[in-house]
């Protein structure tokens, strides 16, 4: 089954304690992304990943790092986790036709992460 | 930068009656706007999108119009179901930005029997 997952699915933890959420999906994409979801802001682009050793930052990115060294992995990095990153965060995923003139748009959202840092 | 403004934020309807959701956006280099509808405790799933080039696109019950000139768009669902209910998004994404979806805020439906 095509699909994108992250792990953990909830997560409980105290300002500073480095954490690390993973993403894979298995549809061979070469796009990822991670976005965060707050109450009446909608979804917020955090970092995202064109292909393997490629990144860039959203709009949020403060706070956070990621790394890209596999395709279907894409695991998103709090060094020092604060009270301001509890959020619901979500991992997605698109084909991105590198060298095609018609890239692929529809992105593949995982379940989901809900974090709170006490 | 780009900036998608979503209305309603809460929307009921009837069983049976249509819902109106509408977006605007900011950037006129925008050129995808696909339509997301996120159920109680999942990821947000596709449900419809469109291009710039083309002006309305349907599929069954949900459609999506287009408006480049006003900066609008709006997604319609007929014949509301009461599994409808969830929150739905807007987004859009630019020529130059491509992979950078800047969403609305959402719009929480729900549909009562």
């Known amino acids: 089954e095509a699909q994108v997952t992250q792990n953990p699915r909830y997560l409980i933890t105290v300002t500073g304690k480095k954490l690390t959420v993973t993403c894979s999906q298995n549809?061979?994409?070469?796009?990822m992304s991670w976005y965060r979801q707050d109450p009446g802001l909608g979804l917020r682009q955090i970092y995202y990943?064109?292909?393997?050793?490629?990144?860039d930052k959203g709009d949020v990115p403060e706070g956070y790092k990621v790394s890209r060294k596999e395709k279907r992995n894409f695991p998103l990095i709090l060094e020092s986790p604060s009270p301001n990153q509890t959020s619901l965060y979500f991992c997605a995923s698109s084909l991105y036709g590198a060298g095609s003139s018609i890239p692929t748009d529809t992105q593949y959202f995982g379940p989901g992460t809900r974090l709170t840092v006490l | 930068g780009e900036n998608v403004e979503q209305h309603p934020s809460t929307l009921s309807v009837q069983e049976g009656d249509s819902a109106v959701i509408k977006c605007t956006y900011s950037d006129s280099a925008s050129n995808y706007f696909p339509w997301y509808k996120q159920e109680l405790g999942k990821g947000p799933q596709l449900i419809i999108d469109i291009r710039s080039n083309v002006g309305e696109k349907k599929d069954q019950r949900i459609a999506v119009t287009l408006n480049k000139t006003a900066k609008h768009f709006s997604l319609h669902i007929t014949e509301t179901q009461p599994e409808d209910s969830a929150v739905y998004f807007c987004a859009s994404m630019t020529t130059d930005s491509w992979g950078k979806l800047q969403f609305g805020a959402g719009t929480q439906v729900v549909v009562t029997p």
């Open positions: 990943s064109m292909n393997v050793e490629v990144t």
């Open positions: 549809m061979n994409h070469e796009y």
